[in-house]
């Protein structure tokens, strides 16, 4: 049974810096694709980012692109995720999710998903 939690979000001002980590347990996720996505108020959940198993290759959503920064440590079974230049369009539950195989952008390709944490932007 895979476990992930995520851990790190909060409120941050406009501008500021955040970091979520997710950590993995029951199994080594060292085979397994890591992805974040979220959910901002009253929205659908979509793509933020993903890296390949090995962390060489990452995808990011165009919205995130040059601000954030995902990144996994397969000693500490743990995906990353460094926030900056945070706007208020970026406040959302974000989740971390995992995958068997090669990375995805869409959710439905991941079957197991953490449980959320809150991200608050204020202007």
């Known amino acids: 049974q895979v476990q992930l939690v995520e851990s790190g979000g909060g409120l941050v001002q406009a501008g500021g810096s955040l970091r979520l980590s997710c950590a993995a347990s029951g199994r080594t996720m060292s085979d397994c694709a890591m992805a974040w996505f979220r959910q901002p108020p009253g929205r659908e959940r979509e793509f933020v980012a993903a890296i390949s198993w090995g962390g060489k290759t990452t995808d990011y959503a165009d919205s995130v692109k040059g601000r954030f920064t995902i990144s996994r440590d397969n000693t500490k079974n743990t995906v990353y995720l460094q926030m900056s230049g945070l706007k208020p369009e970026d406040t959302a539950v974000y989740y971390c999710?995992?995958?068997?195989?090669?990375?995805?952008?869409?959710?439905?390709?991941?079957?197991?998903w953490g449980q959320g944490t809150q991200v608050t932007v204020s202007s």
């Open positions: 999710a995992a995958r068997e195989g090669p990375r995805r952008p869409g959710a439905k390709s991941y079957p197991y």
